[in-house]
Nanobody, 126 residues
């Protein structure tokens, strides 16, 4: 069992660069998990943002490619989503999620993820 907790969400101006953290706790070796980042804007479905597989391969949605970066610190059991050049369209609740079976997939459906955090709000003002 793994528990995930996101933090770092905030109100930023357009062009801002916040960094979200996803801390994992619980049993097992965290490095075996691939961590996905998703977001849900008001009135919209949750969508894939980025992913760092357990073999340290990053994947990004086209909408964030070149602006967002995923990374991991295994010693701290923490994954990061560094965001840059934000626009109001990036406003959403951001979630991290973990799964341990499909590391070779670039953007598996959210249903494959076994564990989810509670989300953290990012609001971008124009």
């Amino acid at each position: 069992q793994v528990q995930l907790e996101e933090s770092g969400g905030k109100l930023v101006q357009s062009g801002g660069s916040p960094r979200l953290s996803c801390v994992a706790s619980g049993r097992g070796t965290i490095s075996v998990y691939s961590i996905g980042w998703f977001r849900q804007a008001p009135g919209k479905e949750r969508e894939f943002v980025a992913r760092l597989s357990s073999n340290d391969t990053p994947y990004y949605a086209d909408s964030v490619k070149g602006r967002f970066t995923v990374s991991r610190d295994n010693a701290k059991r923490t994954d990061y989503l560094e965001m840059d050049s934000l626009t109001p369209e990036d406003t959403a609740v951001y979630y991290c999620a973990a799964e341990s079976k499909w590391y070779f997939l670039s953007a598996p459906h959210e249903d494959v993820y076994d564990f989810w955090g509670q989300g953290t709000q990012v609001t971008v003002s124009s």
